[in-house]
């Protein structure tokens, strides 16, 4: 079946540090690729998505691209900061009008 | 400013209580979602609704019932619920055609939730 797997945390950084968050995934076909984000008492908010092979997307600073070779998206960020402190969930979508199967969720905190 | 509106923000009610949870959206979506969510945790579908008919129901419990009025709202009443149901309670909208391939790529938009706590 569909599933999608993001690296566990927490990953705990320096502010200016740079962000790797792993996130692959088991699908047939080519889904679409998102990442949100969850900020605390809040709910969640898309990040970036990609819907097709070798897409980047892009936002705030963050990228992933959607790699079909290795069945990728990992979010990357060249220098984080401490407002970017949340919880990542990386998902997919297999048809239009289906909900979204979420990662596990790696929760990112940066120190200044 | 979300553009999906969930209220109450806040909810607390006892095991006996029965109330009911609030989602509007204005951007002419027409599938509309329910997840529950617990600390730590990614979200967990419980209903799927499509052109306001229910579509998609993940076994969830009937204490919980959802409904959609009308393209814009959805509501989930609650009844009889146990403390092991608080938890974040989020709506969800997705645009939706009947051939599906050209909406693959629009993303779900989530409203902020609302905080349930069962005593």
């Known amino acids: 079946g569909n599933s999608v797997t993001q690296m566990e945390g927490p990953v705990t950084l320096s502010e200016e540090a740079f962000l790797t968050i792993n996130c692959t995934y088991t699908a047939t076909g080519y889904p679409s690729l998102f990442w949100y984000v969850q900020y605390p008492g809040e709910g969640l908010q898309l990040l970036l998505k990609a819907t097709k092979a070798d897409d980047k997307g892009s936002n705030k600073g963050f990228e992933a691209t959607y790699r079909k070779e290795t069945t990728s998206f990992h979010l990357e960020k060249g220098s984080v900061q401490v407002s970017d402190s949340a919880v990542y969930f990386c998902?997919?979508?297999?048809?239009?009008?289906?909900?979204?199967?979420f990662g596990k969720g790696t929760t990112l905190s940066v120190s200044s | 400013d979300t553009e999906v509106t969930q209220t109450p923000k806040h909810l607390v009610m006892g095991m006996t209580n029965k109330k009911s949870l609030k989602c509007e959206q204005h951007m002419g979506h027409r599938a509309m979602y329910w997840y529950k969510q617990k600390a730590k945790k990614p979200p967990e579908l419980m209903f799927v609704?499509?052109?306001?008919?229910?579509?998609i129901n993940e076994s969830v419990p009937s204490r919980f019932s959802p409904e959609c009025p009308n393209s814009s709202l959805l509501n989930l009443h609650l009844h009889a619920l146990q403390p092991e149901d608080s938890a974040l309670y989020l709506c969800?909208?997705?645009?939706?055609?009947?051939?599906?391939?050209?909406?693959?790529?629009?993303?779900?938009?989530f409203g902020d939730g609302t905080r349930l706590s069962i005593l």
């Open positions: 969800a909208s997705s645009p939706r055609t009947l051939t599906g391939w050209a909406q693959l790529g629009q993303p779900q938009h």
């Open positions: 998902a997919l979508r297999k048809q239009a009008g289906t909900a979204l199967i």
């Open positions: 609704y499509s052109y306001e008919k229910l579509s």
